[in-house]
């Protein structure tokens, strides 16, 4: 469970994009093991929004924490993200690019995700895609390929269903 808030620090017009900024901090942990880059203890974000052409561009950059469930060493985690959409008809087609660290493992992770989104109703959205990522695993420097794929239904503010699968080769 989370807390936290975000604000629009600048509202984009014409040439300018829409700057805003995210605050979140763990409240509760779950005992379950973590799956993907694992939960931080608090996190900040940088957003930056705009549309281009009938393209929408979002570039993000966060700062999180992560806590050793063993050790409670806390680490810093740094992230990039960078995201292009544009709708043909009411399918949006999307493109991300992301990169992680990994302060825990001392490593790495960098991949992609290729999502479309189709609005079924004004408040009721779904979505599908394929994510693949290179992952360097320390010491040895080995790289293995992950490949998810992912079906999400949204629902507006009552939250979002989520089912992945996932087919990890190492």
């Known amino acids: 469970m989370f807390a936290g808030m975000q604000a629009v620090i600048f509202s984009g017009e014409g040439n300018r994009p ?4 995210q605050y979140l901090r763990r409240l509760y942990a779950s ?3 973590e799956l993907h880059l694992g939960t ?3 996190s900040a974000t940088i957003l930056l929004s705009d549309d ?3 393209v929408h561009f979002d570039m993000n950059g966060l700062m999180m924490e992560q806590q050793n469930d063993t050790t409670k060493v806390r680490q810093a985690q740094f992230a990039q993200t960078l995201l292009v959409s544009h709708p043909i008809g009411k399918v949006t087609v999307s493109g991300e690019l992301w990169h ?7 490593g790495a992770a960098v991949g992609s995700l290729w999502p479309a989104s189709y609005p079924v109703r004004g408040n009721l959205v779904i979505d599908a895609g394929f994510g693949h990522g290179l992952r360097a695993l320390p010491p040895i420097g080995r790289v293995s390929p992950v490949s998810p794929i992912f079906f999400r239904i949204g629902s507006g503010a009552k939250g979002t269903v989520s089912i992945d699968v996932q087919n990890i080769r190492g």
Do not use: E, K, M
């Not at 829409?18 to 900024?21: K, V």
């Open 100 to 106: 992680f660290t990994q302060p825990l493992t001392h």
């Open 40 to 42: 931080f203890v608090q």
């Open 52 to 54: 281009l052409g009938g």
């Open 31 to 33: 005992p379950a093991s």
């Open 18 to 21: 829409t700057i805003s900024d």
